[in-house]
């Protein structure tokens, strides 16, 4: 298969990605994490274990890195316009990502259907051992 490059950003362009997979969109995995913050932000992520995913920022300003409950990653929302676009773990293997499908520009025509999931059993090594194996390597990001 060969390999796309899909684009995402904020609603203000302030942050983004490029993430690149050579799986087609109605065969991603949708998850829509059902924690406080995912539900919040009406995020559905996905990632792709042989992919990549460079972040950017045309201005590292508006950059905002969240952590919440485990601590485990940075989830990257804009301060200008408040848009959550992915999230972000430095491990023992490098560093990995995930994107929120909401934030591509545009949305794929056929996207797979999303699989509400809870993490909520994982411990700290648990939760990174799973985003090691299963997020999308990040080639960068503009911290």
């Given amino acids: 298969m060969t390999e ?6 904020c609603h ?5 990605y490029d993430y690149s997979t050579a799986i087609p969109p109605d065969e991603w995995s949708i998850r829509a994490c059902q924690c406080a913050f995912c539900r919040a932000h009406d995020a559905l ?3 792709d274990a ?3 995913i460079a972040f950017l920022a045309s201005d590292p300003l508006p950059l905002q890195r969240y952590r919440f409950a485990l601590r485990t990653a940075d989830f990257l929302l804009c301060r200008n316009c408040g848009i959550y676009i992915g999230a972000v773990i430095e491990a ?6 995930i994107v929120n499908t909401h934030s591509l520009t545009p949305v794929p025509n056929s996207i797979a259907e999303v699989a509400p999931i809870s993490y909520d059993g994982e411990d700290t090594s648990g939760r990174v051992s799973r985003r090691e194996e299963r997020w999308t390597p990040v080639t960068s990001v503009p911290w």
């Fill in 4 to 9: 796309i490059t899909y684009e995402g950003s």
């Fill in 12 to 16: 203000c362009g302030s942050i983004g």
């Fill in 45 to 47: 992520s996905t990632s």
């Fill in 50 to 52: 042989q992919g990549r």
């Fill in 92 to 97: 023992g293997s490098g560093r990995f990502g």
